[in-house]
C-alpha cells in the first residue's frame, strides 16, 4: 500500500482526533468526580443511545437523564475509563475500553465497587467537538441477585 500526502494528513487528523477524544473523556470522569450532571450530560448527543446493564435502552437526552439523575443524586461517584482502542474515520470514532466506577450512598453505607468494559461510538458535531452518541457497557462481574423472602 502506498502512502500518499493525504494518508499521512488522515493519520495526523486522527491521532489529534484520539487526543480530543481523551481530552473530553477527562472531562466526563471529572464531571463523574465533581457530582456534576449538566457537565457529564455535555458530553452526550442530543440523540444519545445508551445501553446499560440490566436496564432497558435510554434512546435521546431526556430519557439518558432520567436513567443518570438518581445516581448523582443518591451517591457519591468516581470512575476511571482505560481505553483498549479509539479508531477515527472521518466524523466518526469507536472507542474500546475498560472501566472502574464506584458509587457510595451519600446517606451513608458502604461503596459498591463496579470493574467492566464497554464501547463508545462518538460523532464531531458542528463545532468541531466528539460527542458520545452510543453507549454500551456491561460489568466482568455479575450483579448480585435480589433475593426476596415471602
Same mark, same amino acid.
Given at each position: ?8 494528513? +488522515? +493519520?495526523?487528523?486522527?491521532?489529534? #482526533? ?8 477527562? @472531562? ?9 450532571? +449538566? ?7 442530543? @440523540?444519545? *443511545? ?11 437526552? #431526556?430519557?439518558?437523564?432520567?436513567? *443518570? %439523575?438518581?445516581?448523582? #443524586? ?31 450512598? %451519600? ?23 466528539? %460527542? ?7 460489568? #466482568? ?10
Amino acid at each position: 500500500m502506498k502512502y500518499s500526502k493525504r494518508n499521512a494528513d +488522515q +493519520q495526523a487528523g486522527s491521532a489529534a #482526533d484520539e487526543a480530543a477524544i481523551r481530552d473530553m473523556t477527562s @472531562d466526563y470522569t471529572a464531571a463523574v468526580a465533581a457530582g456534576d450532571l +449538566q457537565r457529564f450530560l455535555s458530553v452526550f448527543s442530543d @440523540d444519545v *443511545v445508551v445501553m446499560p446493564p440490566d436496564h432497558p435502552t435510554a434512546r435521546g437526552r #431526556d430519557a439518558f437523564t432520567t436513567f *443518570v %439523575k438518581p445516581f448523582f #443524586d443518591e451517591f457519591t461517584l468516581l470512575e476511571t475509563i482505560s481505553y483498549d482502542e479509539i479508531r477515527v474515520a472521518g466524523d466518526w470514532a469507536v472507542g474500546t475500553f475498560t472501566y472502574s466506577f464506584t458509587t457510595t450512598p %451519600k446517606a451513608g453505607g458502604a461503596s459498591n465497587p463496579e470493574l467492566g468494559k464497554g464501547i463508545w461510538l462518538f460523532r464531531r458535531s458542528g463545532d468541531g467537538a466528539w %460527542k458520545i452518541t452510543h453507549a454500551v457497557w456491561n460489568r #466482568d462481574e455479575p450483579s448480585s441477585p435480589t433475593v426476596t423472602t415471602s
